[in-house]
């Protein structure tokens, strides 16, 4: 996690580019409480990392273009306080599609850093869920193969 709390957002559930922006917005000036059990430590907040997931089945032309713009708006000057203030980036935001290279996503392309992601092979996989059921003290019922 980095020290960020991971906010999700379904961009094919939030599809009108109004709706998305606002919660993008909403995302990036709020943070949570974490108030650790230690004395000394005391409440602290932890900043949201936006999680975009489906990107590509978001209204395409206006949510991707409004995403665009608070990426490209300048970070205001120290001590400057204007009454209408542009939105700009404050928290990282992580873009997850399967279209990459949709139409729409072009403009998007120059400003996110890119990764391919491959799906686990069979005997990773079934490594991986006898861990967690050995971990969670969890056993298979008779007669399932893993």
Request: net charge positive; proline share 7%; charged share 25%.
């Amino acid at each position: 996690h980095a020290g960020y709390r991971p906010l999700e957002v379904n961009g094919s559930d939030e599809r009108s580019a109004s709706v998305l922006k606002d919660r993008v917005l909403r995302a990036m000036e709020s943070a949570t409480l974490n108030i650790s059990s230690k004395k000394d430590d005391g409440p602290t907040g932890r900043p949201n990392c936006l999680i975009l997931d489906e990107i590509d089945g978001a209204d395409a032309k206006g949510a991707v273009s409004a995403l665009v713009e608070i990426i490209r708006a300048d970070i205001p000057a120290k001590g400057t306080k204007a009454k209408h203030k542009n939105p700009y980036l404050r928290r990282p935001i992580i873009f997850i599609c399967n279209h990459k290279y949709a139409p729409a996503l072009r403009p998007l392309l120059p400003f996110a850093k890119q990764f391919d992601v491959t799906a686990p092979s069979a005997n990773r996989l079934v490594a991986r869920l006898r861990a967690v059921l050995s971990a969670e003290k969890l056993s298979m019922m008779s007669g399932s193969s893993l």
